[in-house]
């Protein structure tokens, strides 16, 4: 009977603590800054090459920052957030 009483006193709230939508707001803002390295490297002349789009900044770095960033999500959610 005790138990029951424990359950009817909790109140619904979120899924998540505080801190962790916080490391979840922070691990999208590090997901946009990936996607935004990747942004550029375009011809002004569709008829030309622009060797630009291959740079290591839009080929090996923005991707990596943004599989950091999903990682950081994932550890973000699973994180235990603290009573």
Same mark, same amino acid.
Request: charged fraction near 25%.
């Given at each position: @009977?005790?138990?029951?009483?424990?359950?009817?006193?909790? +109140?619904?709230? /979120?899924?998540?603590? +505080?801190?962790?939508?916080?490391?979840?707001? !922070?691990? /999208?803002?590090?997901? !946009? !800054?990936?996607?935004?390295? @990747?942004?550029?490297? +375009?011809?002004?002349?569709?008829? =030309?090459?622009?060797? %630009?789009?291959?740079?290591?900044?839009?080929?090996?770095?923005?991707?990596?920052?943004?599989?950091?960033?999903?990682?950081? %999500? !994932?550890?973000?959610? @699973?994180?235990?957030? +603290? =009573?």
């Amino acid at each position: @009977m005790s138990a029951k009483r424990t359950e009817e006193n909790q +109140k619904p709230g /979120f899924a998540l603590g +505080k801190e962790n939508y916080i490391l979840l707001i !922070i691990g /999208f803002v590090i997901i !946009i !800054i990936g996607f935004l390295l @990747m942004i550029g490297g +375009k011809a002004e002349n569709p008829e =030309e090459f622009n060797p %630009e789009i291959f740079s290591f900044r839009r080929i090996t770095l923005a991707p990596i920052i943004v599989l950091v960033g999903f990682i950081f %999500e !994932i550890w973000a959610i @699973m994180k235990k957030p +603290k =009573e």
